[in-house]
T-cell receptor
Framework: DSGVTQTPKHLITATGQRVTLRCSPR?????VYWYQQSLDQGLQFLIQ???????AKGNILERFSAQQFPDLHSELNLSSLELGDSALYFC????????????FGPGTRLTVT | QKEVEQDPGPLSVPEGAIVSLNCTYS??????FMWYRQYSRKGPELLMY????GNKEDGRFTAQVDKSSKYISLFIRDSQPSDSATYLC????????????FGAGTQVVVTP
């Protein structure tokens, strides 16, 4: 158990809908990262937050947004969902914003039908 | 063409054998090189990281980086069935490790 929690574990929704994925980092970790893992694209970095501020941005679609709250938990919002958004979404956390081991959560499996 | 190429396998080896994994990359700006292990239905776990070229050893694991050839390797000695997992290489241009570029992952099966 990495200490990073993600909810829900599974999510099934229809195209066009909007969902919110939640992540609680390890105690003491200030940085949160979001990743998407799919069979065709592999593991891709989406976005990073550090102490509430956006730190780095990767291949995140405009339909997706995220934020980190004062209590350091983070949410990833996915809207206007498409079939291709079906994937595993991982959250990871680390103490420092750079050059620090990331601890991954168990992931949320999103299925868009 | 992807920036990081990794053979997806599966790679099947008998228990006790050496597992040899590798990745090639095209971006000469990569400086940090990592190996992650991912068990089925779990998140990735960082095994090792190396800065620039050279070797690094940690127990049964050895990571090698050859920047001139844009080639990195991971060796697992005395492999165990518990080493059966998918191994992903990852790379970053700078120490903002969030912007990691991952390989597709190689599935390893160690048979008793």
């Amino acid at each position: 158990d990495s200490g990073v929690t993600q909810t829900p574990k599974h999510l099934i929704t229809a195209t066009g809908q909007r969902v919110t994925l939640r992540c609680s980092p390890r105690s003491g970790d200030l940085s949160v990262y979001w990743y998407q893992q799919s069979l065709d694209q592999g593991l891709q970095f989406l976005i990073q937050y550090y102490n509430g501020e956006e730190r780095a941005k990767g291949n995140i679609l405009e339909r997706f947004s995220a934020q980190q709250f004062p209590d350091l938990h983070s949410e990833l919002n996915l809207s206007s969902l498409e079939l291709g958004d079906s994937a595993l979404y991982f959250c990871a956390s680390s103490v420092a914003p750079n050059r620090d081991k990331q601890y991954f959560g168990p992931g949320t499996r999103l299925t868009v039908t | 063409q992807k920036e990081v190429e990794q053979d997806p396998g599966p790679l099947s080896v008998p228990e006790g054998a050496i597992v040899s994994l590798n990745c090639t990359y095209s971006n000469s700006a990569f400086q940090y090189f990592m190996w992650y292990r991912q068990y089925s239905r779990k998140g990735p776990e960082l095994l090792m990281y190396t800065y620039s070229s050279g070797n690094k050893e940690d127990g049964r694991f050895t990571a090698q980086v050859d920047k001139s050839s844009k080639y990195i390797s991971l060796f697992i000695r005395d492999s165990q069935p518990s080493d059966s997992a998918t191994y992903l290489c990852a790379m970053s241009e700078d120490d903002s490790w969030g912007k990691l570029q991952f390989g597709a992952g190689t599935q390893v099966v160690v048979t008793p």
